[in-house]
């Protein structure tokens, strides 16, 4: 497969995945609400705990499905809202619960990486016309202001305990990046210059006052007063020490959308997309045998070498949003790179992506038991086949799968 972004045979190829992943995750959902994970071969697993990322972005991803005439999905985006709004809401203290299992609450914590999400899946569901679309709609949009943003910072906070009795000092990138994801579709969704006015001012942080400082690096860890913090190591998976290359192959994106959305008035936001995104593609692909390292310090030296499916299909999609507003050979070339190592290692003949390979290039299991939701690869996938870099829930209406 040649992996040329406007290729017919391409386009078809990639048509082709898009309905292999829809199949696969249409097996999520669970008999007493909510969501399966799925094993390698996608039967269910036998834990039940579920996650508030993975139940909003597969309403998220249903929706795009929905759109795209994949048969099925509004099943997926119903199941989703309905335990969002009775499983993950915490009907004593407001806001969503971090992970759900059969007798309640797992980990009660409201953060607001879980949070964005919610408001990520509220505004597809208004997209999908979702009869509950609203009363969750304005329900996130309430905790968020409520609790979350920091109007004074211009970006959200991270942690609160279950009872929003403390809110913790750190603050983080990875909240705020998909922060600004769930702000720019709730724009897209209403039309309320709040959101787009919001995720304007998280980018301006991140490009204008830390990229530029960091080599074009993007430091994920902060403290109350938004200081750098080096030594921070959290969750390995979540929030893991030095810096994040995908997450720059994902904000990289997201300026590229937010600047489709403010009209392309500021003549130097694709240059510094293009300095993020390339940074984190020269600094992470291992030269040697493929594949983005998970992390790396400060300076671009690998810090952590694992190699995860997410990075690779961010990357396809920052690519993607260049190669449509500023293309360049060199765009062209990192995006056949990227999908031949996909389709050489991550891709399956089950239709859902393997999430981690070991040093061998073989499946590995350190972070994550079976595959996780469809979210990033169905993004993948289907931000190449649409004509433009913004409104994706409009757009991939033209997509027939």
């Given at each position: 497969?040649?992996?040329?972004?406007?290729?017919?045979?391409?386009?078809?190829?990639?048509?082709?995945?898009?309905?292999?992943?829809?199949?696969?995750?249409?097996?999520?959902?669970?008999?007493?609400?909510?969501?399966?994970?799925?094993?390698?071969?996608?039967a269910p697993l036998s834990d039940s705990t579920q996650v508030l990322h993975t139940t909003t972005r597969l309403v998220h991803s249903y929706t795009l499905g929905k759109h795209a005439g994949v048969a099925g999905a509004d099943r997926i985006i119903d199941q989703g809202v309905q335990y969002l709004l009775s499983g993950h809401k915490d009907a004593d203290n407001g806001g969503y619960a971090w992970a759900v299992g059969p007798d309640g609450f797992v980990d009660g914590r409201k953060l607001a990486y879980g949070h964005v999400f919610v408001l990520l899946a509220a505004s597809a569901a208004t997209h999908a016309d979702h009869p509950d679309a609203k009363t969750l709609f304005d329900d996130i949009d309430q905790i968020l202001d409520q609790y979350f943003w920091d109007d004074e910072a211009g970006r959200f906070v991270d942690e609160y305990s279950q009872d929003w009795s403390e809110l913790k000092s750190y603050r983080g990138m990875n909240a705020n990046m998909h922060g600004v994801e769930a702000l720019?579709?709730?724009?897209?969704?209403?039309?309320?210059?709040?959101?787009?006015?919001?995720?304007?001012?998280?980018?301006?942080?991140?490009?204008?006052?830390?990229?530029?400082?960091?080599?074009?690096?993007?430091?994920?860890?902060?403290?109350?007063?938004?200081?750098?913090?080096?030594?921070?190591?959290?969750?390995?998976?979540?929030?893991?020490?030095?810096?994040?290359?995908?997450?720059?192959?994902?904000?990289?994106?997201?300026?590229?959308?937010?600047?489709?959305?403010?009209?392309?008035?500021?003549?130097?936001?694709?240059?510094?997309?293009?300095q993020v995104?390339?940074?984190?593609?020269?600094?992470?692909?291992?030269?040697?045998?493929?594949?983005?390292?998970?992390?790396?310090?400060?300076?671009?030296?690998?810090?952590?070498?694992?190699?995860?499916?997410?990075?690779?299909?961010?990357?396809?999609?920052?690519?993607?949003?260049?190669?449509?507003?500023?293309?360049?050979?060199?765009?062209g070339d990192w995006y056949r790179r990227c999908w031949q190592f996909a389709e050489a290692h991550f891709m399956d003949e089950t239709g859902g992506w393997i999430p981690e390979i070991d040093s061998d290039g073989k499946p590995d299991a350190t972070q994550f038991d079976g595959k996780p939701d469809i979210y990033h690869a169905i993004q993948a996938t289907l931000l190449p086949l649409v004509p433009g870099v913004s409104r994706l829930y409009d757009e991939v209406k033209t997509v027939s799968l």
């Open positions: 497969m040649p992996h040329t972004l406007n290729d017919a045979d391409h386009q078809n190829w990639l048509r082709k995945e898009a309905r292999a992943q829809f199949a696969f995750f249409a097996n999520s959902c669970h008999p007493q609400g909510g969501f399966h994970v799925l094993g390698m071969t996608g720019l579709a709730a724009f897209e969704v209403t039309g309320s210059e709040k959101y787009l006015t919001r995720a304007g001012r998280i980018l301006t942080f991140f490009f204008d006052q830390m990229a530029p400082n960091y080599g074009w690096r993007l430091p994920e860890h902060y403290d109350a007063q938004w200081v750098v913090d080096k030594n921070f190591a959290g969750n390995p998976m979540f929030q893991p020490a030095g810096t994040t290359p995908g997450h720059s192959f994902e904000l990289g994106r997201l300026l590229v959308q937010y600047w489709d959305l403010a009209g392309r008035v500021d003549e130097t936001a694709l240059d510094k997309a293009r995104i390339y940074r984190a593609l020269e600094d992470a692909w291992d030269k040697e045998k493929g594949g983005f390292a998970y992390t790396l310090t400060f300076d671009g030296t690998v810090d952590v070498p694992n190699r995860y499916w997410w990075p690779v299909t961010e990357a396809i999609g920052a690519l993607t949003a260049l190669a449509k507003v500023d293309p360049k050979p060199e765009d």
